[in-house]
Protein backbone atom coordinates (compact mmCIF):
# COMPACT_ATOMS: atom_id res chain seq x y z
CA UNK A 1 0.00 0.00 0.00
CA UNK A 2 1.23 3.58 -0.86
CA UNK A 3 0.39 6.63 0.84
CA UNK A 4 1.66 8.78 -2.05
CA UNK A 5 -0.97 10.75 -4.42
CA UNK A 6 -1.31 10.49 -7.85
CA UNK A 7 -0.80 13.85 -9.82
CA UNK A 8 -4.83 14.16 -10.06
CA UNK A 9 -5.35 14.21 -6.09
CA UNK A 10 -2.49 16.39 -5.56
CA UNK A 11 -4.04 19.09 -7.92
CA UNK A 12 -7.40 17.95 -6.05
CA UNK A 13 -5.92 18.25 -2.94
CA UNK A 14 -4.09 21.57 -3.32
CA UNK A 15 -7.27 22.99 -4.78
CA UNK A 16 -9.50 22.58 -1.43
CA UNK A 17 -9.24 25.53 0.91
CA UNK A 18 -6.48 24.49 2.90
CA UNK A 19 -4.38 27.19 5.00
CA UNK A 20 -0.62 27.12 2.91
CA UNK A 21 2.69 27.32 4.71
CA UNK A 22 4.50 29.29 2.45
CA UNK A 23 8.42 29.55 2.84
CA UNK A 24 10.98 31.46 0.89
CA UNK A 25 14.98 31.69 1.79
CA UNK A 26 16.14 34.57 3.31
CA UNK A 27 19.99 35.49 3.44
CA UNK A 28 22.40 35.22 6.57
CA UNK A 29 19.41 33.52 8.13
CA UNK A 30 16.34 31.05 8.42
CA UNK A 31 13.64 30.58 5.97
CA UNK A 32 10.75 32.64 6.58
CA UNK A 33 7.91 30.39 7.25
CA UNK A 34 4.21 31.88 6.99
CA UNK A 35 0.64 30.95 6.88
CA UNK A 36 -1.06 31.98 3.57
CA UNK A 37 -4.14 31.60 2.30
CA UNK A 38 -3.82 30.85 -1.39
CA UNK A 39 -5.71 30.66 -4.49
CA UNK A 40 -5.10 26.96 -7.23
CA UNK A 41 -7.23 25.60 -9.15
CA UNK A 42 -6.42 21.95 -10.56
CA UNK A 43 -3.78 22.45 -13.92
CA UNK A 44 -3.22 25.92 -13.31
CA UNK A 45 -0.72 28.36 -11.13
CA UNK A 46 -0.73 28.98 -7.32
CA UNK A 47 -1.42 32.15 -6.66
CA UNK A 48 -0.72 34.44 -3.03
CA UNK A 49 -2.28 37.66 -2.63
CA UNK A 50 0.34 39.68 0.11
CA UNK A 51 0.92 43.24 0.90
CA UNK A 52 3.58 44.49 -1.85
CA UNK A 53 5.89 45.90 0.93
CA UNK A 54 5.49 42.76 3.33
CA UNK A 55 8.83 41.13 4.32
CA UNK A 56 7.23 38.16 2.60
CA UNK A 57 6.82 39.91 -0.93
CA UNK A 58 10.38 41.47 -0.66
CA UNK A 59 12.07 37.69 -0.13
CA UNK A 60 10.19 36.30 -3.38
CA UNK A 61 11.13 39.21 -5.30
CA UNK A 62 14.80 38.50 -4.57
CA UNK A 63 14.73 34.37 -4.08
CA UNK A 64 12.33 34.36 -7.68
CA UNK A 65 11.05 31.18 -5.85
CA UNK A 66 8.93 30.09 -3.01
CA UNK A 67 7.24 26.85 -1.49
CA UNK A 68 4.13 25.82 -0.32
CA UNK A 69 2.69 23.01 1.81
CA UNK A 70 -1.14 22.52 2.44
CA UNK A 71 -2.50 19.55 4.99
CA UNK A 72 -5.22 18.22 6.90
CA UNK A 73 -5.15 18.85 10.43
CA UNK A 74 -7.09 15.25 11.86
CA UNK A 75 -6.36 11.83 10.86
CA UNK A 76 -5.85 10.18 8.36
CA UNK A 77 -2.85 13.31 7.55
CA UNK A 78 -2.54 13.96 4.12
CA UNK A 79 -0.21 17.05 2.72
CA UNK A 80 0.96 18.29 -0.47
CA UNK A 81 4.02 20.51 -1.14
CA UNK A 82 4.68 22.88 -4.38
CA UNK A 83 8.15 24.78 -4.85
CA UNK A 84 9.32 26.39 -8.00
CA UNK A 85 9.67 29.91 -9.59
CA UNK A 86 7.83 32.77 -9.76
CA UNK A 87 6.25 33.03 -12.96
CA UNK A 88 4.56 36.84 -12.63
CA UNK A 89 4.04 39.12 -9.96
CA UNK A 90 0.64 41.21 -10.83
CA UNK A 91 0.79 44.39 -9.41
CA UNK A 92 -2.68 44.84 -8.91
CA UNK A 93 -5.27 42.27 -7.14
CA UNK A 94 -8.04 42.26 -9.33
CA UNK A 95 -11.12 42.71 -7.15
CA UNK A 96 -13.22 39.57 -8.51
CA UNK A 97 -10.36 37.48 -7.33
CA UNK A 98 -9.58 39.06 -3.91
CA UNK A 99 -13.22 38.71 -2.53
CA UNK A 100 -13.21 34.54 -4.17
CA UNK A 101 -9.95 34.55 -1.93
CA UNK A 102 -12.07 35.81 0.75
CA UNK A 103 -15.48 33.58 0.43
CA UNK A 104 -13.06 30.21 -0.46
CA UNK A 105 -11.87 30.42 3.21
CA UNK A 106 -14.13 32.41 5.22
CA UNK A 107 -17.80 31.56 2.85
CA UNK A 108 -19.74 34.60 1.18
CA UNK A 109 -20.94 36.50 4.51
CA UNK A 110 -17.72 36.79 6.14
CA UNK A 111 -15.32 36.95 2.89
CA UNK A 112 -17.57 39.77 2.35
CA UNK A 113 -17.36 41.83 5.53
CA UNK A 114 -13.63 40.93 5.32
CA UNK A 115 -13.31 42.42 1.95
CA UNK A 116 -15.38 45.58 3.46
CA UNK A 117 -12.66 45.89 6.37
CA UNK A 118 -9.78 45.31 3.93
CA UNK A 119 -10.57 47.65 1.51
CA UNK A 120 -8.36 50.64 2.31
CA UNK A 121 -5.39 48.28 1.80
CA UNK A 122 -6.49 46.45 -0.81
CA UNK A 123 -4.76 48.28 -3.37
CA UNK A 124 -1.22 47.94 -1.76
CA UNK A 125 -1.45 44.01 -2.61
CA UNK A 126 -0.02 42.08 -4.98
CA UNK A 127 -0.77 38.30 -6.79
CA UNK A 128 2.49 36.65 -6.72
CA UNK A 129 2.32 33.41 -8.84
Known amino acids: MTLAMTPAERESFLAEPHVGVLSVGLANRGPLTVPVW ?26 GRFSVCAQTEIAPYKYVTVEGPVTRTEPQVDPDERRAMAHRYLGAELGDL ?14 IR
Open 38 to 63: YSYEPGGMLGVITARSSIKARAIERA
Open 114 to 127: YIEATHAEADQNVV
